[in-house]
């Protein structure tokens, strides 16, 4: 009875957690990829890693350090601009709490479905009409 309760809770799915700005494909790509290199990487590595164009890359970081989550520091080598780019220590932070909300709408989604297919054998077996609906 209280798991029927927990799935009626207001909101019970909104995942709140999820952070928009980490959201978008490329910007996770660029946090994953730096979360997996403490060091951080230079420009041509990200691009690389994440498979997008210097225009893509350069929006998405300066996204992303606007909000905080990555440094951005520049230097030059042999004459030649260098770009390096880390998550900060709030980006971590921010990082792996993104992480454990999506661990939620996981186990969220396998519990579901898991529950769904035992239920939905269960009808198909006693009832193929599923109580007078009809496939769309």
């Known amino acids: 009875m209280s798991e029927r309760r927990d799935e009626k809770e207001e909101g019970r799915f909104a995942y709140e957690g999820l952070d928009r700005v980490m959201h978008e494909k490329a910007r996770l790509g660029i946090m994953t990829s730096l979360a997996t290199h403490q060091e951080g990487l230079l420009f041509n590595e990200l691009k690389e890693l994440c498979s997008l164009t210097d ?43 993104y992480l454990e ?36």
Request: aromatic share 8%; glycine share 6%.
């Open 55 to 97: 225009g893509n890359l350069s929006r998405h970081i300066q996204v992303l350090q606007e909000a905080g989550l990555i440094e951005v520091w520049k230097r030059f080598q042999d004459r030649r601009p260098q770009t390096l780019c880390r998550l900060s220590p709030e980006g971590r932070k921010r990082f792996i709490s």
């Open 101 to 136: 909300e999506m661990e939620r709408v996981l186990k969220d989604a396998y519990s579901a479905q898991a529950n769904e297919a035992k239920k939905k054998s269960a009808r198909f077996l006693k009832n193929p009409d599923i109580q007078g609906w009809t496939p769309a």
